[in-house]
């Protein structure tokens, strides 16, 4: 029969190693600095190698305490994961999607209706957020994010491909035809700024796409939200990126004009994300097949 390591040990080491000091992990655990000592001195002899070295200021972690401590954190993470999704599973059942601004705005809100007729005693949580990263992120069911579709421990399945236009209003282009790429240059532009590393298409793009310099010039606007961004195309301020899906419908009832008939495509997109680490409910499975039927 396999040995076992208790796990009270394993929680002292992974103290110890976090804070580089017997007595802090002592302090946090509400334990005797000695009680901490011979607890990481015990699954030293059952491990039959040493995890620290000892020093005046604190204790470093040797190669095999360094492997113990990567383990035992990806093990804590997968606790904590089931504890999360055992305490949804004991509340009222609710379904919480995480989305950025931009697609919970002009593609998820006009059909939030159909969601709530499909699951009619399920409380709808939307969260948004303007970050990639789901480390930052409050606990969700499902998320609907853009991306390369990598995000660590979890599942993505590629809803939308990135697809972009250049758009404006009909007020701002008035009487005039459909410009080339070239007339697109000379018109005030409306950037949507992207954290580093670029995550999405910009200006320079599909500039370089149509084998035009990049342009930039004082006069133009710049926004870091993609709501404000197409609030001031719709106010006829400028020329804008347009993603599809996002600006399919303003497209359709013409408040919104495509300046081009071929867009610009990549293989980032909007992407269904769900933690590897939870169960998906009844409700996130249903609220899954309601996106891939509407698609």
Same mark, same amino acid.
């Given at each position: ?5 208790? =796990?009270?040990?394993? &929680? #002292?080491? +992974? ?7 017997? /007595?802090? *992990? %002592? @302090?946090? $655990? !509400? ?35 360094? =492997?113990?401590?990567? &383990? #035992?954190? +990806? ?7 089931? /504890?999360? *999704? %055992? @305490?949804? $599973? !004991? ?205």
């Amino acid at each position: 029969m396999r040995a076992q390591l208790p =796990l009270r040990r394993l &929680a #002292v080491f +992974e103290a110890a190693a976090r804070h580089g000091r017997f /007595v802090a *992990a %002592a @302090r946090e $655990l !509400a334990m005797s600095q000695a009680a901490v000592s011979q607890q990481v001195a015990t699954l030293e002899v059952e491990l039959g190698a040493a995890l620290f070295t000892r020093g005046h200021r604190g204790v470093a972690l040797t190669p095999a305490g360094e =492997l113990l401590h990567r &383990a #035992v954190q +990806e093990g804590l993470r997968t606790l904590e994961s089931g /504890v999360t *999704a %055992a @305490r949804r $599973l !004991a509340k009222k059942r609710s379904l919480q999607i995480l989305t950025d601004y931009g697609f919970a705005g002009w593609w998820l809100m006009p059909r939030i209706g159909s969601l709530s007729e499909l699951i009619p005693d399920v409380e709808i949580r939307l969260i948004t957020t303007q970050s990639g990263n789901l480390a930052d992120e409050a606990e969700f069911d499902l998320a609907i994010l853009f991306g390369s579709g990598d995000w660590p421990r979890c599942r993505a399945q590629r809803l939308f491909q990135e697809e972009i236009y250049p758009v404006c209003s009909p007020a701002y282009l008035g009487d005039r035809p459909l410009p080339t790429a070239a007339e697109i240059s000379r018109m005030r532009l409306l950037h949507l700024r992207s954290p580093s590393p670029q995550r999405w298409f910009s200006w320079d793009d599909w500039f370089s796409a149509m084998q035009l310099p990049p342009v930039s010039r004082p006069r133009d606007l710049t926004f870091n939200n993609y709501q404000l961004m197409l609030q001031a195309v719709l106010q006829g301020q400028g020329v804008g990126i347009g993603w599809t899906p996002l600006i399919d419908a303003l497209v359709e009832s013409r408040a919104l004009l495509r300046l081009t008939a071929t867009p610009l495509v990549s293989e980032r997109g909007y992407f269904v994300v769900e933690s590897q680490a939870a169960a998906v409910s009844e409700p996130a499975q249903a609220f899954k097949r309601f996106l891939f039927q509407l698609r």
